[in-house]
């Protein structure tokens, strides 16, 4: 081996170890005006979420009352005065649009409060660490629990925990099932045994997931497991709000009976911030992929520095052009107007209109026509050549329609349509039930010295005999070879 | 393996194989997974056990459960039937008439014609009745005998020409073979059969076959040659030819005419499949 290889390898091997194992975090409870806000939007967004479902918006009888229902069994999604029919699915890729450009100009602006204050697992994960610190006390009494030896008490705890977080994530696995079905009815169903087997098989898939990832995997969901943090780094400029920590200020750290205090920075290392911190991380070390900016190391170290008369904000939701920018005395600068958050806005603002026309302009009337593909065309007795057509008319409007149907620049045609015209004519009249798909078989026949080509271009001309309004189809007409 | 070599770093035996420098750890299977291995070496046992499994010269290993997928698929079947014998019993009772002028009943009948014609029907009638030559389209409007809904139930059921007791047939006579015309007098017949439809050339023929066509031809082709649907003879008047209307084509089927045969269908296809596929077939553009 040349000794230039020799020279490269690591002094002591347990440094290149590729495992990390987990090291269990007992958060500390921590008090002020972030956690108060993270209470809020806990509280706001769980009862939207649970209470959703429940909410009622009568559409006439017929159809379900229920005002955000995706009814998948009959092919509808509901949003109140909104209905969705399969095949206008984009709408939902609009919505997904919108959502995915306006968390990259949140991001952008604002750092990380999608993951620090509205995210699901975030959410979730403290909602069961509440009721964790219900049962088994705040860090301090859950690390001597789990040091501490078997007991019946420890039994009793472990158990009322996990059974309460069951409970919860069983709340939260039916509470989505309800976005599907029925809610009222689902949840008499439910819990008389008569709800189908698809139902409990789902409950049980999201009350699983919600237990293991809220309670058992925790941060390591947003450290393992989910891709954006991975790319939001992108998003970041020296200009978006991170969690900051004034080095400057607050070093060199050292305790607040320190005999060298006045040599030392504001930081009295209390460790307030890496104790409460949910992903256990030490934010001094500055940004780091681990932190979801929740910001409770801010009301952690503001605690502090109010007991100690000090300055708040040694940790403090800021940009990074601030933090440097008070480390040299400048005034503190905050630009919200930045070409990448311009891009965003107007990409989002681009899709929202588009949307926002697209649901307003939302035709409520399609049609699809099918051609016959065998035969392409009959030959009738009296030398006439005739085609048929099957006519899909998606009735999307709540009420009982009736239309003319004709064809366009094709005069000698006549039409018959079973169960409507018999013996063919130029316009027939057909009707199509409220919310529903008329099918129809069409016919049409010409003479043959009427027909100029193999194929002859046409166009099938449905007139809504309420508001006259035309749709059109065109199509075409088959005769035999010349 | 008496030298065995280990990883520094890891601590795990290497296999000894190394490529560029580059070594292979000796990574077991997981624990878990090997015994999920055994597990279901144990399982398989059980299911030898239980279910019907291997095969011997005579039969096979009948399981002690009794378990049988054909057993299974009977009684799917049964509870298939006893579902649909809500429609079924109706079809049974009810006349093809009265079964299409009820529209929940039609489309049961259009839902199961459909695939009873394409299994059945369609090798010879074409997919959707599209006919062929000597086949006859039944998408049109043309129907040699009878395009009503109980006429096309009757030539499902019994057939045309077939072996039923019930059937219909009609023989064209063989004119030239048994020598009931001569080969002129059925160029002439032919001739004028083309000017029934307009197509003639000769004036002459055309004149001369009339006469043959009122003495030979007329009592089941009709005097006009439109045909007559109770004896089967097919308009000879209009647009629609089964075996071609060029003049060889006219000329050959006089002489030695061919001669379609429709099988019975009654023997194959229940009663109530043969009201479905009547029904479907009735809907294809040409029902009278």
Redesign the interface.
């Given at each position: 081996m040349p000794p230039e290889q020799q020279t490269t390898t690591p002094e002591t091997?347990e440094d290149?170890?590729?495992y990390a194992s987990r090291v269990k975090i007992h958060p500390q409870s921590v008090t002020g005006v972030f956690r108060r806000l993270k209470w809020l939007v806990l509280i706001v967004i769980l009862a939207l979420y649970y209470g959703l479902p429940w909410l009622r918006w009568d559409r006439g009888a017929g159809s379900p009352d229920q005002a955000i229902l995706a009814d998948m069994t009959g092919r509808r999604l509901y949003f109140f005065n909104i209905e969705i029919w399969p095949q206008e699915i984009y709408y939902l890729t609009g919505l997904l649009i919108i959502g995915a450009i306006g968390l990259f100009l949140v991001t952008t602006l604002a750092g990380r409060v999608w993951c620090g204050f509205s995210c699901p697992q975030t959410l979730w994960t403290d909602l069961f660490m509440l009721v964790e610190r219900w049962i088994e006390g705040d860090r301090n009494k859950r690390l001597k629990l789990d040091a501490a030896p078997f007991s019946l008490n420890k039994l009793w705890k472990r158990t009322a925990k996990h059974a309460a977080w069951l409970l919860i994530a069983l709340a939260t696995g039916g509470a989505w099932i309800m976005y599907f079905v029925d809610a009222p009815t689902v949840t008499v169903h439910f819990f008389t045994g008569q709800a189908s087997s698809t139902i409990y098989g789902f409950t049980a898939l999201f009350t699983a997931t919600t237990y293991v990832l809220a309670g058992l995997a925790r941060e390591q969901v947003c450290t393992y497991m989910c891709p954006w943090p991975r790319f939001q780094g992108a998003m970041f400029d020296e200009d978006s709000l991170i969690i900051t920590y004034e080095e400057w200020r607050g070093e060199p750290r050292g305790k607040e009976k320190n005999k060298e205090r006045d040599n030392l920075g504001d930081c009295v290392d209390c460790n307030l911030c890496v104790n409460v911190c949910p992903t256990g991380i030490d934010i001094r070390q500055g940004q780091q992929m681990q932190c979801i900016g929740c910001a409770l190391c801010i009301d952690a170290c503001d605690s502090i520095m109010d007991k100690l008369g000090r300055e708040p904000k040694l940790i403090a939701y800021d940009s990074i052009a601030n933090m440097n920018a008070r480390e040299e005395g400048r005034p503190a600068t905050k630009r919200l107007i930045r070409p990448r958050t311009i891009a965003y806005s107007l990409s989002l603002l681009l899709v929202m209109v588009l949307m926002v026309y697209g649901l307003s302009s939302r035709a409520d009337l399609e049609i699809n026509l099918q051609r016959?593909r065998?035969?392409?065309f009959?030959?009738?007795?009296?030398?006439d050549i005739?085609n048929?057509y099957t006519l899909k008319i998606l009735n999307m409007a709540r009420l009982d329609r009736v239309f003319d149907l004709a064809i366009d620049d094709f005069p000698e045609a006549l039409i018959s349509v079973?169960g409507y015209e018999k013996d063919g004519a130029s316009s027939v009249t057909l009707s199509v039930k409220a919310d529903a798909v008329g099918t129809f078989?069409v016919?049409v026949r010409a003479p043959t010295d009427s027909i100029q080509a193999d194929v002859t271009e046409m166009r099938f001309v449905l007139t809504d005999r309420k508001d006259g309004k035309i749709s059109e189809q065109d199509s075409s007409f088959y005769g035999p070879k010349r | 393996m008496a030298n065995v070599e280990k990883d520094?770093?890891?601590g795990q035996e290497t296999t000894g194989h190394e490529w560029d420098g580059i070594k292979e750890l000796n990574t077991p299977m997981p624990k878990w997974w090997l015994y999920t291995y055994y597990v279901s070496i144990v399982f398989a046992i059980g299911y030898w056990i239980v279910y019907p499994s291997w095969p011997s010269f005579s039969g096979y290993l009948k399981g002690i459960a009794g378990y049988s997928s054909r057993a299974e698929l009977d009684k799917d079947l049964v509870a298939l039937k006893q579902s649909r014998s809500q429609w079924s019993d109706r079809f049974a009772t009810m006349s093809i008439d009265e079964i299409g002028a009820d529209q929940q009943l039609l489309d049961f009948a259009m839902a199961g014609g459909k695939f009873i014609f394409a299994e059945n029907c369609a090798p010879c009638h074409?997919?959707?009745?599209?006919?062929a030559v000597g086949y006859p389209?039944l998408?049109?409007?043309?129907w040699i005998w009878g395009g009503t809904r109980t006429d096309i139930e009757m030539t499902v059921r019994y057939g045309i020409r077939s072996e039923h007791d019930d059937t219909r047939s009609n023989d064209m006579p063989n004119f030239l073979g048994d020598e009931i015309l001569s080969r002129k007098q059925i160029e002439d017949s032919a001739e004028y059969v083309m000017s029934l439809?307009g197509d003639a050339r000769d004036k002459q023929a055309v004149m001369r076959g009339q006469g043959i066509f009122q003495e030979e031809c007329s009592s089941c082709h009709g005097e006009d040659g439109s045909g007559d649907v109770e004896l089967g003879g097919p308009?000879l008047a209009?647009?629609?030819w089964l075996y071609g209307n060029d003049k060889d084509a006219i000329v050959a089927q006089i002489s030695k005419p061919k001669r379609g045969m429709m099988p019975a269908w009654s023997g194959r296809l229940n009663d109530i499949e043969i009201k479905q596929v009547s029904l479907y077939v009735h809907?294809l553009?040409?029902g009278q």
């Open positions: 091997d290149k170890s590729l016959d065998a035969p392409l009959v030959t009738l007795s009296d030398g005739r048929g079973i078989r016919f | 520094s770093i890891t074409g997919s959707a009745g599209s006919g389209v998408a049109d409007d043309d439809f308009n209009d647009a629609i809907s553009g040409g």
